[in-house]
């Protein structure tokens, strides 16, 4: 009940890439508009729970994964749940698994990826 108002959460190199429940919870917090997940070593499943939970919160914004350990299909899931999510801005993906080239192709079906400064 004490998340309904939850507009932030920051849970950056908390230590544990173990956090899909944690994103699993934000589909109750319909006012989360900015959500830090960096430096926590969060790998697919994290980035697939995002996907799901990410329709649910359309206040959302900003989602932060730097320097984690999502992979290509990852964020195809990402790409996928942005579709019916207009009100996200940027999910930053800097410094993940995914390889420069893989990278390039998936910042041109959705602009809202940031993978590094030089592709915003």
Same mark, same amino acid.
């Given at each position: ?12 190199? /908390? ?5 899909? @429940?944690? $994103?699993?919870? #934000?589909?109750? +917090? *319909?006012?989360? &508009?900015?959500?830090? =997940? ?31 350990? /999502? ?5 195809? @899931?990402? $790409?996928?749940? #942005?579709?019916? +999510? *207009?009100?996200? &801005?940027?999910?930053? =993906? ?27």
């Amino acid at each position: 009940m004490g998340t309904k108002n939850l507009t932030k959460i920051y849970l950056t190199a /908390v230590g544990t890439p173990e956090l899909c @429940a944690v $994103v699993a919870n #934000l589909a109750h +917090c *319909p006012l989360i &508009q900015d959500v830090g =997940l960096g430096w926590n070593g969060c790998g697919d499943e994290v980035a697939l729970e995002l996907a799901r939970v990410m329709p649910l919160c359309q206040k959302m914004t900003r989602i932060d994964l730097e320097s984690n350990s /999502v992979s290509a299909a990852g964020v195809e @899931a990402l $790409v996928k749940a #942005l579709q019916s +999510c *207009p009100a996200l &801005q940027l999910i930053r =993906l800097w410094k993940n698994t995914v390889p420069s080239n893989e990278a390039q192709q998936l910042s041109l079906k959705d602009r809202r990826l940031n993978f590094s400064p030089t592709l915003m």
